[in-house]
T-cell receptor, first 118, second 110 residues
Framework: SAVISQKPSRDICQRGTSLTIQCQVD?????MFWYRQQPGQSLTLIAT?????????ESGFVIDKFPISRPNLTFSTLTVSNMSPEDSSIYLC???????????????FGSGTRLTVV | QKEVEQNSGPLSVPEGAIASLNCTYS??????FFWYRQYSGKSPELIMF????GDKEDGRFTAQLNKASQYVSLLIRDSQPSDSATYLC??????????FGAGTTVTVRA
């Protein structure tokens, strides 16, 4: 299965600033997913990032707040813009499988970015 | 997103017992079903996936799927203290997007 490197692992940010989170995959993948996990809650899908096209956002999430880049098949970034304390969460990227790989491995997650906005 | 419901926790079981976790989903078109384990402060780790009706066993874990009832379960046999974690049920359909349940926290008492 694909291996994901996500950074930063954690950050403390001032309100009104922006943070960019990076995910690097060790193989080419078609779709990458970005999730948010608020304290004590489950994972909520923010958007799906496809190479060569704009990300597809889920209800309640907008591009101005969470711009996403997907410059190639192994890399994606999520920016949390104009942050407020309500954005304090864990952000995770995920991939289904590498291209050409039979999907027998489920979805893999990055190690997560723990964001605290003060 | 699809609705996924899990039995509310926390679930406390003695060491060596069977832990039973349940999950129901709303989208009848759901095709793939996953159980993830998440330790505190860590990212989810896939422990089981199932696509077809019936049982699937992997070591101490057994996943059961009943598509007619829109129900999937996870049994953990011979529970160990290291099994103490939050277990997340997730489903996906042909859009490849995972929808997660709220999770069930399991505590195995030594």
């Amino acid at each position: 299965s694909a291996v994901i490197s996500q950074k930063p692992s954690r950050d403390i940010c001032q309100r009104g600033t922006s943070l960019t989170i990076q995910c690097q995959v060790d193989s080419q993948v078609t779709m990458m997913f970005w999730y948010r996990q608020q304290p004590g809650q489950s994972l909520t899908l923010i958007a799906t990032a496809n190479q060569g096209s704009e990300a597809t956002y889920e209800s309640g999430f907008v591009i101005d707040k969470f711009p996403i880049s997907r410059p190639n098949l192994t890399f994606s970034t999520l920016t949390v813009s104009n942050m407020s304390p309500e954005d304090s969460s864990i952000y995770l990227c995920s991939v289904e499988k590498a291209q050409g790989e039979y999907s027998n491995y489920g979805y893999t997650f990055g190690s997560g970015t723990r964001l605290t906005v003060v | 997103q699809k609705e996924v419901e899990q039995n509310s926790g926390p679930l406390s079981v003695p060491e060596g017992a069977i832990a039973s976790l349940n999950c129901t989903y709303s989208d009848r078109g759901s095709q793939s079903f996953f159980w993830y384990r998440q330790y505190s402060g860590k990212s989810p780790e896939l422990i089981m996936f199932i696509y077809s009706n019936g049982d699937k066993e992997d070591g101490r874990f057994t996943a059961q799927l009943n598509k007619a009832s829109q129900y999937v379960s996870l049994l953990i046999r011979d529970s160990q203290p290291s099994d103490s974690a939050t277990y997340l049920c997730a489903v996906t359909s042909n859009d490849y997007k995972l929808s997660f349940g709220a999770g069930t926290t399991v505590t195995v008492r030594a």
